[in-house]
C-alpha cells in the first residue's frame, strides 16, 4: 500500500494494493484473522501450553495496532505497519517454542 504510486508509474496493474484498491484493508483482516485461527487451531491439535495462546493473543493486538495504521492509507503509515509484521511473526515463533 506504501509504494501503490510506483506500481502505478511502472504498469504493475496486479499489486495486491491496485488490483484490491479500498477493499485492500478489508482483506488484509481476514487474512490476519484465517491465519491467527490457523495458528490456533494448530496449537490446539498439537496440544501445547498456554503460552502459545498468550503469544496469539498477543499477535492479535498487534494487528489491530497495524489496521489502525492502514485505516488512512498514509503511506508512511503503511511502512511502518508493514515493518511492525516482522514482530507478529517473532511473537508467534517465540511463542511456539516455548508452548511446546
Excluded at 496486479?14 to 488490483?19: E, G, Q, R, T, V
Excluded at 489491530?64 to 503511506?75: E, N, R, S, T, V
Aim: hydrophobic share 50%; net charge negative; with cysteine.
Amino acid at each position: 500500500m506504501c509504494d501503490k504510486e510506483d506500481d502505478l508509474s511502472m504498469g504493475d496493474g496486479f499489486s495486491s494494493a491496485i488490483f484490491l484498491d479500498k477493499n485492500v484493508q478489508l482483506f488484509i483482516i481476514l487474512f490476519h484473522l484465517l491465519s491467527l485461527s490457523l495458528w490456533s487451531l494448530a496449537g490446539y491439535l498439537a496440544e501445547v501450553r498456554k503460552i502459545y495462546y498468550f503469544a496469539i493473543f498477543i499477535s492479535l493486538l498487534f494487528c489491530f495496532y497495524q489496521y489502525y495504521l492502514i485505516k488512512d492509507f498514509d503511506a508512511k503509515d503503511c511502512l511502518l505497519a508493514f515493518k511492525n509484521n516482522n514482530w507478529v511473526g517473532l511473537i508467534i515463533f517465540i511463542g511456539s517454542v516455548s508452548g511446546t
